[in-house]
């Protein structure tokens, strides 16, 4: 037999677990990129034929060198899953592109 208190606070829980389990439905709203943005321009800069540098990215998007590798190593292919490759090119240094 439960005590009163037991009783309670059993009741207690169930009643704030069943407003939990609900899943909310979120807006369905057409999600359309934005074209000004620096993360489109990072991928415009990438998907020419001949890439791009660090130091030509950095320059172009007001960048430190290391946000950008930030960027395509994080948002570009963990969160994007593009497939980003770096080649060495003796004349311009080790270029970047999205490629496939």
């Avoid at 994080?74 to 240094?93: A, H, I, M």
């Amino acid at each position: 037999m439960l005590k009163a208190s037991t009783a309670a606070r059993t009741n207690k829980k169930a009643a704030r677990t069943k407003g939990a389990t609900k899943p909310k439905v979120a807006a369905t709203k057409e999600r359309t990129p934005r074209t000004d943005s620096k993360q489109s321009q990072l991928i415009a800069m990438l998907g020419q034929p001949d890439g791009a540098t660090i130091a030509e990215i950095a320059k172009a998007l007001e960048w430190q060198p290391h946000t950008v590798r930030g960027a395509i190593a994080g948002t570009l292919k963990k969160k994007l899953g593009l497939n980003v490759e770096s080649d060495k090119v003796d004349s311009r240094g080790r270029l970047y592109r999205i490629t496939g």
